[in-house]
């Protein structure tokens, strides 16, 4: 479910395909978390025109899971997740150990394997109609990692 943009500023802005069944329950497993209150969720998947911050491509931003940073900051693939876990109480002793180097390679490994095999995964085929905002623009960095 991707929350309306409001006048208070999130601490990370997620952009994800809502309609791949694993990553919507993934997603949805953050989502009923406390801290994602602070989070941005943008389920690119019913809002397939929004103007995407820091110039992202809607392609982009379907192939491989992103998280911009307030500062414009954007982070791909398992280096998101990691700073996903970062912003949860609870996972973020898992995101200290996940950000080893050895680690964080294995999990961008497994992540790349993934990607490979997601296109066959079935389509969610039950979106809501109704499109959320698009994400705010922040300060974008260009770093993408």
Known sequence: MSRPLSDKPKALTVLYDGACPLCSREIAWYQRKTASESIDWQDL??????????????NQAMARFHVIEPDGHVITGARAFIRLWKAFPGLEKFALIARLPLVAHLLEGGYRLFLVFRPL??????????????????????RKQ
């Open 121 to 142: 995964l079935p389509r969610r085929t039950d979106r809501p109609d109704t499109a959320s905002k698009p994400p705010a623009s922040p300060d974008c960095s260009s």
């Open 45 to 58: 998947s019913i809002q397939p025109d929004a103007a995407l911050p820091c110039g992202i491509s809607h």
